[in-house]
């Protein structure tokens, strides 16, 4: 049984930074790509970053040039870089696998306001 604990998040003003950690414990295939998600009450989990163990990452537009993905893979860890935070980043991220989901973490809350 996978499980994924997210830390890292918290309250920041805008133009801040947060780093965001997610480990794993459990059976994770270290070819599977990994990923950052976040969501807002009432809205869908939005794929916000994700990593595959070699070639390139994936960004989705609103956050491409200010997140950073990484990950260590002997240690079953993934990070998320935030820079230049806006207030529309605030949500509750999660770590999971694209695609084929693991059961869900309990996410990690970054609110960004002044």
């Known amino acids: 049984q996978v499980q994924f604990v997210e830390s890292g998040g918290g309250l920041v003003q805008p133009g801040g930074s947060l780093r965001l950690s997610c480990t794993a414990s459990?059976?994770?295939?270290?070819?599977?790509?990994m990923g950052w998600y976040r969501q807002n009450p009432g809205k869908q989990r939005e794929l916000v970053a994700h990593i595959p163990p070699i070639g390139r990452k994936y960004y989705t537009e609103s956050v491409k040039g200010r997140f950073a993905i990484s990950r260590d893979i002997p240690n079953n860890t993934m990070y998320l870089q935030m820079n230049s935070l806006k207030p529309e980043d605030t949500a509750v991220y999660y770590c999971n696998r694209p695609g084929r989901n693991f059961p869900w973490g309990q996410g990690t809350q970054v609110t960004v306001s002044s």
């Open positions: 459990g059976s994770i295939n270290r070819l599977d790509t």
